[in-house]
């Protein structure tokens, strides 16, 4: 077998080496070597989309129980991490390292007076992830509490901040 060395750079900048197995002796078999190509790259391509989040916008102590998406997470010390392109936040348990991916339903105006918040629907004993506001960004929307609601806000700790891995 004959290996050939291919570099790879996803958009994201991240470098992969692949090896290639070049036969050419077999009818087929370069059609099949390049379908493997390309799924190795579709996959590294998604691992380097994973990688290369943003940084945590945020922490915030969380003194409730609360729905994040379509999961239910305990009170605790929480990072907010927005997603490459900005469609997901990632809200990460720091003491346990437990992550939720949640769908950001529209992005909303800076507030002019910067405070930094978390946003919290209120339905009956519930409380769903509403918004998430940081100075300087614009704030995030998710899908919360469905029907009538009240909001609770819980004051962010830092900006900013390094996700604990």
Avoid at 48 to 64: K, S, T, Y
Wanted: a negative charge; charged letters at 15%; proline letters at 3%.
């Amino acid at each position: 077998m004959t290996f050939e060395e291919i570099l790879v750079t996803s958009g994201s900048g991240t470098e992969f080496v692949l090896f290639l197995d070049v036969q050419l002796h077999k009818e087929g078999c370069m059609r099949k070597h390049v379908i493997s190509l390309l799924t190795v790259l579709a996959v590294a391509g998604s691992f380097g989309a994973i990688a290369q989040v943003g940084g945590p916008l945020a922490l915030a102590d969380i003194p409730f129980s609360f729905v994040a998406g379509t999961k239910t997470l305990p009170a605790g010390e929480y990072a907010f991490q927005s997603s490459n392109n900005e469609l997901e936040m990632i809200v990460r348990n720091q003491k346990t390292g437990e992550s939720v991916f949640v769908p950001v339903l529209t992005r909303l105006g800076q507030r002019s007076s910067g405070e930094a918040e978390v946003v919290f629907d209120v339905a009956g004993n519930g409380h769903y992830l509403a918004e998430l506001h940081v100075s300087a960004v614009d704030g995030f929307a998710f899908k919360a509490a469905p029907g009538k609601h009240t909001h609770a806000s819980v004051k962010i700790t830092h900006v900013g901040v390094k996700v604990q891995k």
